[in-house]
């Protein structure tokens, strides 16, 4: 239960603090007003003292009353049994699980995959989170409404979406701990090779009742080559970057970032056509 404590007082680490963060959000650029797209994982930085709550207070502090911090919430478990992967469950299960997963609540549906500083944000008063049953993003700061509230369920990374939001209003992206493969960012340039369409299913609250709905997505990942994408990207433009503990933390410009994305997939697309 507490590997993490065992891990840093093997290694001979100091605890992690508030204070920590904030020394090291100063020196990777972050500034008042700052819109940051954050992906952690607190399991790669040792014995943080207040977890997740003392990263949020210090970006918090470094961005200010004007800036927006934004994380990924998806809940991709509130999904049709018949899809699952990794692994697939047996079809006299799905009838079942059909019938008793709970519809997605904006409110209170806990993400099991996108780790303790999501849930923490999701978790607090003045979070706002958008409405889409498996892939949405919380938001908390002066853009959060604006940047989370969206216009129907298709295509949730593409055209329209939080991610092109963020695109758009030139957000920074900030990585703790974690690599490429949690860059979620990645997605919208997936966009940009015309793969064709899917359909996906989830279970909304629609008037009161749990229902299930239909929404056109793509296929993402195709390559399995989101690390090899971080390695070209950050070659070409160095990120500020910084440590703590074994875990690294990464600060670079979203659009530098899904333009190199979008060269790199369209010229694979090209490749493999």
């Known amino acids: 239960m507490y590997s993490y404590l065992t891990k840093s007082i093997e290694k001979g680490y100091a605890p992690v603090t508030e204070a920590d963060f ?10 008042k007003g700052d819109l940051v797209l954050v992906h952690a994982s607190l399991s790669a930085l040792g014995y943080v003292v207040a977890g997740a709550e003392a990263i949020f207070k210090a970006l918090q502090e470094q961005v200010g009353t004007e800036g927006t911090i934004v994380v990924p919430s998806q809940t991709v478990e509130i999904s049709d049994p018949s899809s699952w992967q990794y692994p697939a469950v047996p079809s006299e299960w799905f009838e079942s699980i059909r019938e008793n ?3 997605y609540d904006r409110k209170t549906s806990f993400s099991k995959s996108m780790g303790q500083f999501s849930n923490y944000i999701g978790r607090l008063p003045q979070a706002a989170r958008s409405d889409h049953p498996m892939y949405s993003f919380t938001a908390i700061g002066k853009q959060a409404e604006a940047i989370v509230e969206i216009d129907g369920l298709d295509f949730p990374f593409g055209e329209n979406s939080v991610l092109s939001k963020l695109y758009d209003a030139k957000a920074k992206i900030v990585m703790i701990g ?11 340039a997936e966009h940009s090779v015309g793969r064709d369409a899917i359909v996906e299913r989830s279970k909304i609250l629609r008037y009161g ?3 299930w709905c239909e929404f056109k997505n793509i296929d993402f990942d195709l390559y399995d080559d989101f690390l090899e ?6 070659e070409k433009y160095p990120p500020k970057q910084g440590n703590i503990n074994d875990g690294k933390v990464y600060c670079f410009n979203m659009v ?10 369209q010229k694979k697309s090209r490749v493999e056509v």
Do not use: W
């Not at 904030?22 to 500034?31: K, P, Q, T, V, W």
């Not at 994408?229 to 950050?234: A, G, M, V």
């Open 178 to 188: 974690t690599d490429f493969e949690t860059n979620t960012s990645l997605h919208l």
């Open 22 to 31: 904030r020394s090291l959000f100063a020196d990777l650029g972050l500034m």
């Open 101 to 103: 997963m709970p519809a």
């Open 209 to 211: 009742e749990a229902t």
């Open 256 to 265: 530098d970032c899904v333009d190199f994305a979008k060269k790199h997939f």
């Open 229 to 234: 994408i971080q390695s070209q990207f950050f």
